[in-house]
Nanobody, 115 residues
Framework: QVQLVESGGGLVQPGGSLRLSCAASGFTFSSYAMSWYRQPPGKEREFLARINSSGSTYYADSVKGRFAISRDNGKNTVWLQMNSLKPADTAVYYC?????????WGQGTQVTVSS
């Protein structure tokens, strides 16, 4: 079974940085694209970034230039490096994959940007 476990969230000041991790298991990680989404309080889940199996990336306009997605197929891990954080970035951040016709989500990790 597919399992995705996010970690690395926490409280950071505006302008600060944070790196989120997603540990994957239950599938051939290196063969599948991975994505990051977030869900601010009271709002719908929002796409942030995707990295395919070859390493090519795609970003939402809202985070392009500030966030960077990366992966290590040997560690079955995908990261989201977040820089120049703003209060509007406060949300629960989720890791996602699409495997055998089904979308799988992690449990999410809370990121709070506040001074």
């Amino acid at each position: 079974q597919v399992q995705l476990v996010e970690s690395g969230g926490g409280l950071v000041q505006p302008g600060g940085s944070l790196r989120l991790s997603c540990a994957a298991s239950g599938f051939t990680f290196s063969s599948y694209a991975m994505s990051w989404y977030r869900q601010p309080p009271g709002k719908e889940r929002e796409f942030l970034a995707r990295i395919n199996s070859s390493g090519s990336t795609y970003y939402a306009d809202s985070v392009k230039g500030r966030f960077a997605i990366s992966r290590d197929n040997g560690k079955n891990t995908v990261w989201l490096q977040m820089n120049s954080l703003k209060p509007a970035d406060t949300a629960v951040y989720y890791c996602r994959t699409y495997f055998n016709g089904a979308i799988s989500w992690g449990q999410g990790t809370q990121v709070t940007v506040s001074s």
